[in-house]
């Protein structure tokens, strides 16, 4: 069951404290799955979700009497949006040089009306009742905001896309858990040495479940790498995390797969290719984008 987004439930609303224009987040899934704020809205049959983005945000307008900002990442059409929105219903998109710069100040005071952590939670509610689905999509929709906001390399966004990862593991996903849980070892592997290991343990965990031969190579050479760097910088101390490394070679040889030295290991080069490969990238805002521009007073919800 997902959560509607009311104003009654004062979790749901900024701090009345908090700057002006502070920022709201929305999330478009490829499956057209939409969040905003961490809540997953009921679409209601086929109502489009820029729709319901733009009435769930002009109703936070209407709620705090003041216009509202809001980020919306649109996996759909790999775009991001940055909206301003009226307590009359009227919105505009804006181009990111017009936007309110983050800076440590804003951050801080949008993470404090909506914070992280009670997100997690939402999740992991969603998930102990089996909704995986609707688990996945917050915790994507979670990871995508704080690695625009922080960066890939930022802790909260490494703990997003592990859970994000974990979850796609149970769902079956092992293409996806092994792809976004090998992003948290490179990194790991580059900033936080001393946390690595269990990392790559979780990518191996999700890398012994695929069967494509050339996704088994291509990841499994990666973890060789993230394995034998450890053993050289003295972290590989775990027998389970031993026996985890030698899978993985046993699995490669047994595959004829060439097996390069660990001197070329690309894997854990600091300052080389990109944090997160996986993450396609995002157009910019456009200003004047159509599906996010209303006049006053419209809505969804009113007659046209």
């Not at 995390?241 to 899978?247: C, P, S």
């Not at 300052?271 to 159509?290: K, M, S």
Request: aromatic residues 2%; proline residues 7%; charged residues 25%.
């Amino acid at each position: 069951m997902t959560h509607s987004l009311t104003p009654r439930d004062g979790g749901n609303l900024p701090a009345l404290s908090a700057p002006p224009l502070i920022r709201l987040d929305a999330y478009v899934a490829e499956d057209g799955s939409t969040v905003v704020n961490g809540h997953l809205l009921e679409m209601g049959g086929t109502r489009p979700p820029n729709e319901a983005i733009l009435d769930a945000i002009a109703m936070f307008a209407r709620t705090l009497g003041a216009p509202v900002a809001a980020t919306v990442i649109d996996r759909s059409v790999l775009q991001v949006a940055r909206l301003r929105v009226h307590p009359d219903g009227s919105s505009r998109t804006i181009a990111d040089e017009e936007d309110l710069p983050p800076g440590r100040e804003r951050t801080a005071a949008e993470e404090e009306a909506f914070p992280p952590l009670a997100r997690v939670e939402r999740i992991i509610e969603h998930a102990q009742r089996g909704e995986l689905h609707a688990a996945s999509v917050l915790a994507s929709a979670l990871r995508e905001h704080l690695t625009l906001r922080r960066g890939a390399e930022d802790e909260l966004s490494l703990e997003a896309r592990a859970i994000e990862a974990y979850l796609a593991y149970q769902r079956g996903d092992y293409m996806l858990s092994t792809v976004l849980a090998l992003t948290v070892a490179r990194i790991r592997c580059r900033t936080d040495v001393t946390r690595a290991a269990s990392e790559v343990a979780r990518a191996t965990a999700a890398w012994q479940r695929l069967t494509d031969d050339g996704q088994v190579a291509t990841r499994g050479q990666e973890l060789l790498h993230m394995w034998e760097h450890l053993a050289t910088e003295g972290i590989l101390l775990e027998p389970a995390h031993q026996a985890m490394a030698r899978a993985v070679r046993t699995r490669l040889e047994r595959g004829n797969r060439s097996l390069p030295a660990p001197a070329t290991a690309p894997a854990v080069t600091a300052g080389h290719g990109p944090v997160a490969p996986e993450d396609t990238p995002l157009r910019p805002t456009r200003r004047g984008l159509r599906r996010f521009t209303r006049r006053a007073g419209r809505s969804a919800e009113s007659p046209s």
